[in-house]
Nanobody
Framework: QVQLVESGGGSAQAGGSLRLTCVAS????????MGWFRQAPGKEREGVAG???????RYVDSVKGRFTISQDNAKNILYLQMTNLKPEDTAVYYC????????????????????WGKGTQVTVSS
């Protein structure tokens, strides 16, 4: 059972930056697809950024050019660097993994996900 633990959330002003970190309980990043999702109050959970087993990335249109997903396989860590934050980025952010080993499609759909972290709150004020 893969366990994912997020950290790095908090508060920021619009235009500011935050970096989220996700640590996995086992060595997953080089062979799993991983992603960051978010859920704002009253809204459905949505995919923000994903990375596949080859390191290829995908982003939802609303964060392209502002957010960057990356991984450190040696340290078993997944990152989400968020810049030029906007109030509409306010949400609980979740680290996520697709089970089954190697995959070639960075996940942005909640239905693709097998493992979830508990989430970390990001609040952006104007």
């Amino acid at each position: 059972q893969v366990q994912l633990v997020e950290s790095g959330g908090g508060s920021a002003q619009a235009g500011g930056s935050l970096r989220l970190t996700c640590v996995a309980s086992e060595f997953v990043y080089s062979s799993y697809c991983m992603g960051w999702f978010r859920q704002a109050p009253g809204k459905e959970r949505e995919g923000v950024a994903g990375i596949d087993s080859e390191g290829r990335t995908r982003y939802v249109d609303s964060v392209k050019g502002r957010f960057t997903i990356s991984q450190d396989n040696a340290k078993n860590i997944l990152y989400l660097q968020m810049t030029n934050l906007k109030p509409e980025d306010t949400a609980v952010y979740y680290c996520a993994a697709v089970g089954g080993g190697y995959c070639d499609r960075a996940p942005l759909d909640v239905n693709e996900i097998d493992y979830w972290g508990k989430g970390t709150q990001v609040t952006v004020s104007s």
